[in-house]
């Protein structure tokens, strides 16, 4: 199981920190690079589970969200786990919110599955939140 850290990342890759060409020395060149208009790259790692973007306009191409779903194995520093943990369990560990499923560091996302709120999506972004890119001209 890896260990996922709010707002840091997974097996040493860090969020804000980390570029495209540090992910691509880690996990390799099978991945599929996608344009999100003119705002993002993803980086995704399909048979993982893992994508990684960086802003288009950043020369330096740092990593400002890593997207952790299925198959990859992982669980929060604080325990909240891919695949098993409920949306009760993160307002249990994390605390409750009016609305979304974002934290300091990490936001989450889930699937109704059997009647349960079930944690489909982890992404790790940074402390102050999602990065805004600037959109290349």
């Known amino acids: ?12 890759i860090v969020v804000g920190v ?10 390799g060149k099978s991945y599929k690079l996608t344009a999100h ?8 790692y399909g048979a993982l589970g893992l994508s990684f973007y960086s ?5 330096k191409k740092q990593i400002f969200v890593i997207e952790i779903k299925s198959p990859y194995k992982a669980k929060t520093s604080r325990g909240i786990t891919l695949g098993e943990s409920t949306v009760e369990d993160i307002q249990r560990i994390y605390g409750k919110k009016k609305e979304g499923l974002e934290y300091r560091g990490v936001g989450f996302y889930y ?11 982890i992404d790790v972004i940074e402390n102050f939140g999602i990065r ?3 959109v290349s001209k």
């Open 55 to 59: 802003c288009q306009s950043d020369k």
């Open 1 to 12: 199981m890896n260990i996922v850290r709010e707002g840091k990342g997974i097996e040493g």
């Open 18 to 27: 980390s570029s495209m060409d540090d992910v691509e020395k880690k996990f």
């Open 132 to 134: 805004q890119c600037k």
């Open 111 to 121: 699937n109704t599955i059997g009647g349960k709120k079930i944690v489909t999506e």
């Open 37 to 44: 208009k003119k705002y993002s790259y993803q980086m995704y």
